[in-house]
């Protein structure tokens, strides 16, 4: 007797956006900066981005909680997922 097992996966999300993202040519430091640090110039960065919604998009389905993404803090973006609700 032959059994079958069915395993379900969550969806690849589509990461395509990254391969023109602005942020893969600054550091990681840049959109990951010290407690207390500013955030302008890596929002700005994002601000002229192609893929800054499809970040912010990515940033809220998988609830990153650091960083600059899509142009928001993390501070921003609890706010915006609390707005939404």
Do not use: I
């Not at 640090?37 to 981005?49: I, M």
């Amino acid at each position: 007797m032959q059994t079958y097992t069915t395993v379900l996966t969550a969806p690849v999300p589509d990461m395509s956006w990254q391969e023109t993202a602005l942020c893969a040519q600054a550091g990681p430091e840049f959109f990951f900066p010290a407690p207390g640090s500013s955030t302008r110039e890596a929002k700005q960065l994002c601000g002229a981005c192609e893929g800054r919604l499809a970040c912010l998009e990515y940033a809220l389905t998988h609830d990153e909680r650091f960083g600059v993404w899509g142009g928001l803090s993390e501070k921003e973006r609890g706010r915006l997922k609390r707005q939404s609700r």
